[in-house]
């Protein structure tokens, strides 16, 4: 393994998706600086720092392989960690999820990798496709991560996609459910300082990855949206400078220094309705390319399939995440209402 081209270089995610099998067996190597790196797998690389550290984070992305922004991003800052232009101060494992799906520009190979969590791969059908034993392979890594801490770590993991539609409120997070446990408000105002002020609160059980790494390890997860999908090379990056200032500074800085929760500066939804799909002639009725976040009126019919219409319950109820063509039994809409903390 020609380690020094890629401290060289810092492409990982390059040679991670074009010469995968240098990846087969794990790599591990020590920066100059003193940090450690160790690769596990094609798209999966963890940096520590030689220093006491007091937070492990997670940054994954490409979950969606043509969600791209949150790709390049997390390789951008990869590729000055191993280059030594940036330096760890915590621990830090960037997760490059569903490689296949990012060379062939789709969301997905034959299976949506974020409803696959929490064991899911193996149910049903069971691990019979790349999707299902790549969910596996990253929960595996998630968990090695943070049981190799030393003390107890306050653990982030950022889930990174981009939305397939435009979006009224253009970067938001959602919020897993925590069972009993209280939100979190400093981490909501880490969140504002990425630029990411909408929050939406889940309240029930997926198997999405932020899911997972908040039920299983108490990590401060989130499925973080950061705008439209857009083919390689071709997003606005300036548009990403607060997330990926926010990322480097949670990377680089010990303990940074970010404004408090102010709920004034943002907008707080709860799921009000997960509208799935039973039958074939399932529809929606608004138009295709309509933002997430657009409101309705109480009693407005927002969806029908066979033997059912689906009606806004509240005035100001909004709907995200719309896709009608999912599989059968699979989510095809979320409705939620303006809520507080
Ligand atoms: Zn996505």
């Known amino acids: 393994m020609p380690t020094e081209q890629l401290i060289a270089s810092g492409q990982f995610l390059h040679l991670s998706r074009f010469d995968p099998q240098q990846f087969d067996t794990p790599v591990d190597f020590t920066l100059k600086n003193g940090t450690q790196v ?3 797998s094609p798209g999966i690389i963890r940096f ?38 940036l330096q760890v101060k915590q621990r830090v494992l960037f997760l490059f999820a569903n490689l296949p799906a990012m060379d062939i520009a789709e969301r997905f190979v034959e299976e949506n990798m974020n ?24 929960e595996l890594a998630v968990a090695q ?11 982030i993991h ?8 435009a979006s009224k409120n ?4 959602v919020y897993p459910f925590l069972h009993d446990k209280p939100r979190n408000k400093q981490q909501l105002a880490i969140l504002h300082a990425c630029g990411v002020s909408t929050i ?27 705008g439209k999908v857009q083919p390689f090379g071709q997003n606005d990056m300036a548009k990403f400078q607060k997330v990926r200032d926010t990322m480097i500074r949670l990377i680089t800085e010990l303990d940074p220094d970010f404004s408090a929760f102010n709920p004034e500066e943002m907008d707080i939804y709860r799921v009000n309705q997960v509208i799935n799909k039973h039958f074939d002639d399932f529809k929606l009725h608004f138009a295709d390319d309509l933002p997430n976040f657009t409101d309705f009126a109480k009693g407005q019919v927002i969806a029908s ?15 995200v995440f719309p896709n009608a063509n999912v599989a059968i039994g699979q989510r095809a809409l979320l409705t939620v209402v303006p809520t507080k903390i």
């Open 48 to 85: 520590d720092p030689p220093s006491t550290t007091t937070r492990s984070l997670v940054f994954s992305c490409g979950v969606h392989g043509n969600e791209t922004a949150p790709i390049e991003i997390c390789d951008a800052i990869a590729a000055q960690l191993l280059t030594g232009k």
């Open 115 to 138: 409803r696959l969590f929490s064991g899911a791969h193996s149910q049903g059908q069971g691990i019979n496709n790349q999707e299902r034993e790549r969910a596996k392979e990253l």
């Open 170 to 173: 253009e970067k938001f997070a």
């Open 200 to 226: 939406l609160l889940s309240e029930s059980p997926t198997t999405t990855f932020s899911y997972y790494s908040t039920n299983q390890f108490g990590a401060h997860g989130f499925t973080v949206e950061l």
């Open 38 to 40: 160790h690769i596990s």
């Open 305 to 319: 399939e066979t033997d059912t219409t689906y009606k806004c319950e509240y005035d100001g109820e909004a709907i």
């Open 145 to 155: 991560f943070f049981n190799d801490e030393t003390t107890t770590h306050e653990r």
């Open 158 to 165: 950022y889930d990174l996609h981009t939305a397939i539609r």
